[in-house]
T-cell receptor, first 117, second 109 residues
Framework: GAVVSQHPSWVICKSGTSVKIECRSL??????MFWYRQFPKQSLMLMAT?????????EQGVEKDKFLINHASLTLSTLTVTSAHPEDSSFYIC?????????????FGPGTRLTVL | RKEVEQDPGPFNVPEGATVAFNCTYS??????FFWYRQDCRKEPKLLMS?????NEDGRFTAQLNRASQYISLLIRDSKLSDSATYLC??????????WGAGTKLIIKP
């Protein structure tokens, strides 16, 4: 199946710093990438949908100025958590849907565990 | 009411037994359905798609009932390695996935 990578796999940072998470589709071109967040024992919550070359569409309740998403190429999307606070500590997962991959299937990255002290 | 609802469990099942999960969805316009498996602290992995005609993959069988708006997952001859959280997912017409909260399955020796 298609492969999606995320970097870093985990990060610990101080409150107030910004953290960038990269999501790459390794063997297909991802026209659409999705960013999810998952708190412990809860379901994945979609944060935003990004299409290559256009602005991301954010879900209700997600601050677009705090969670900056860039999808500058067909293989890379980044999520920047600006001025992170402890309540932003979560598991962030990206997924990608693309040209080569089955259009009904999203392929998930391995996730990034963010801990804000 | 949640768009996709699942019994959170946990389901404690002896090894070798058969276990079934149901999941209901509220949006009748949902186009596609999936079961994902998620191990603790890992990303979800696609287990199988759910077709109107039903779908079987080895020990796993998925069924879709559009009239009653539910999907099911049946696991036969359960293995210890089947222990995980099983996530029911509906895809809307915009290709966005709507996730259930998951059903935790624990297979005991």
């Amino acid at each position: 199946g298609a492969v999606v990578s995320q970097h870093p796999s985990w990060v610990i940072c101080k409150s107030g710093t910004s953290v960038k998470i990269e999501c790459r589709s390794l063997d297909f071109q991802a026209t659409t990438m999705f960013w999810y967040r998952q708190f412990p024992k809860q379901s994945l919550m979609l944060m935003a949908t990004s299409n290559e070359g256009s602005k991301a569409t954010y879900e209700q309740g997600v601050e677009k100025d705090k969670f900056l998403i860039n999808h500058a190429s067909l293989t890379l999307s980044t999520l920047t958590v600006t001025s992170a606070h402890p309540e932003d500590s979560s598991f962030y997962i990206c997924s990608a849907r693309g040209l080569r991959a089955n259009t009904d299937t999203q392929y998930f990255g391995p996730g990034t565990r963010l801990t804000v002290l | 009411r949640k768009e996709v609802e699942q019994d959170p469990g946990p389901f404690n099942v002896p090894e070798g037994a058969t276990v079934a999960f149901n999941c209901t969805y509220s949006n009748s316009a949902s186009q596609s359905f999936f079961w994902y498996r998620q191990d603790c602290r890992k990303e979800p992995k696609l287990l199988m798609s759910v077709y109107s005609s039903g779908n079987e993959d080895g020990r796993f069988t998925a069924q879709l009932n559009r009239a009653s708006q539910y999907i099911s997952l049946l696991i036969r001859d359960s293995k210890l390695s089947d222990s995980a959280t099983y996530l029911c997912v509906a895809m809307d017409s915009n290709y966005q996935l709507i996730w259930g909260a998951g059903t935790k399955l624990i297979i005991k020796p």
